[in-house]
Nanobody, 119 residues
Framework: HVQLVESGGGLVQPGGSRRLSCEVS??????MGWFRQAPGEEREGVAG??????????NYGDSVKSRFIVSQDNDKRTMYLQMDSLKPENTAMYYC?????????????WGQGTQVTVS
């Protein structure tokens, strides 16, 4: 069993930065990702991270490339999302997810989410 706990959300001004954290407990995880969902919108993949060829590989949704960075601690028990140059349209509930396979298809383990409001 795996538990995920997000933290770091809050209110931030446009152009500002925020770092989200996702703590992992339980079984080891192959792939993790960040997703977000705004009211009335579909869930959107933000960033994914997994180990391959001896190092972390990352992938990003088109809308956040060059502004967001996903990373993990060496023990892979905490995943981060550094968000820079935030825009009002980035306002959403941000969730971390974990499992295996392609990060955009993660659906096995989810956190409760942390709200980010850009205003």
């Amino acid at each position: 069993h795996v538990q995920l706990v997000e933290s770091g959300g809050g209110l931030v001004q446009p152009g500002g930065s925020r770092r989200l954290s996702c703590e992992v407990s339980g079984n080891s995880i192959v792939t993790m990702g960040w997703f977000r969902q705004a009211p009335g919108e579909e869930r959107e993949g933000v960033a994914g991270i997994w180990a391959a060829r001896g190092r972390n590989q990352t992938n990003y949704g088109d809308s956040v490339k060059s502004r967001f960075i996903v990373s993990q601690d060496n023990d892979k028990r905490t995943m981060y999302l550094q968000m820079d140059s935030l825009k009002p349209e980035n306002t959403a509930m941000y969730y971390c997810a974990a499992g295996s396979g392609w990060w955009l298809l993660l659906d096995k383990y989810w956190g409760q989410g942390t709200q980010v409001t850009v205003s």
